[in-house]
């Protein structure tokens, strides 16, 4: 290919360099790859073979993967990865932008449920590593996300509750690390609770199956208030705090409370809040949090606005609403997911091509995640987008001598010693990690 030249006032500048990449820090994606069998399980776990585009999908599946973690959010920008030196410091070729689009749309439903499969032993062998709670109580945080499509041709697209052409895919995430836990993707006009209770079984088998042995408690909001999320909850032993809608029996509840329990807790500026519990169902607790604004604008909003959950947690009611508030974190991962993993994009007109996205967009979630907390270099809640500048996209430039490739970095990179230590220890034997 002829080199893209052009000349500047204080520059001649030609597009010519085959030793030098953007990307220097795709050396620990693609050791994380090797470190968790990420390709090879892809290829066994994920079924194409017919379907025109469907073979090797494991190194296609890596291709999304590292697109995504770089920054990417469609499948065109896969020719990021195609650029320079890039592909000398990967382990796999690079598939083109039209073969990623021709793999995505081999996808059936089944071939979605064998993606999710290998993300959950994914999210196995990283916890195997050392990068999971163990026998720490953990919180999953369910939620449902609104992705906007533009184009009424693609599948399963609607005008959701938002009012917006959308798909609307399930999500549950761990609270602290903010890793992506199970998603699943479902039409733009599926209600908020639509298949949650199957979804919050799922989540429970997966995350008791990559290793997590101590308590585990459910929060979620009122859009998965329902009899059946509970008993499935029950059912598993899991402890939740669920958002309750102000329907009638919960409002007779809140009317039983007597004046003097309210308890006043610091919450909200310029007003008041307070807590109070009221008798509910047996074995459920109904905690109910009411506020009103104070002050010039008290006129305006005389009264109480109330927000109930219910839950079969033990302690003090206080910090159970407090607790229970913390389920708005989960937004944060949300937001990563779209800004920083493409989540925001669905790039095909076929459905089950989007739901294969979702999955790989969790995939490379996690993977950020889990290099962040390798070798301790950084807290396990970082974004996507400081995770990158950090670690992943700056320059380098790759040489050879005695038959050895030598990866040049930036001289005084400011976070090369934690990138080191990422470096150091997910090259060392896995039972020393």
Known sequence: MRPVSHKSSRFSIVFDDDKSLS????VLVDDLAKKLGLIDSCNSMVDLNGYPGGASPGRKVMTLIETLIVGGDCIDDANLLRSGASEKVLSHAVMAPSTLGS??????FGNVRQLDKLAGEMLKRAWSLGLGPNDEDITIDIDSTVCEVYGKKKEGSYYGYTKVLCQHPLLATLAGSGEALHIRHRKGSAHTGRGAERFTTETINRVRNAGATGNITLRADSGFYSQYVVQACDKKGVKYSITAKLAGPIKKAIESIEEDSWIPIDYTLNGEA???E???KEGQRLIVRRTRITGDQADLFPNYRYHAFV?????????????????????????DLKEGVGLNHMPSGRFNANGAWCVIATL???MMRWL???GESQTKRITAKSFRKKFIVFA??????????ILHLPESWPYAKAWIKTLNALQLPQDST
Not at 324 to 335: G, K, P, Q
């Open 23 to 26: 990307y220097g820090g795709l």
């Open 103 to 108: 793999f995505l749309r081999c996808f059936t």
């Open 274 to 276: 307070q807590v109070g």
């Open 278 to 280: 009221a008798n509910y």
């Open 311 to 335: 839950t079969n947690c033990e302690g003090d009611k206080v910090e159970l609403d407090a607790f229970h508030r913390n389920h708005a974190t989960v937004e944060l991962d949300i937001r």
């Open 364 to 366: 490379a979630h996690n």
């Open 372 to 374: 962040s907390s390798i």
């Open 396 to 405: 380098a430039r790759i040489t050879k001598s005695a038959r050895t490739f």
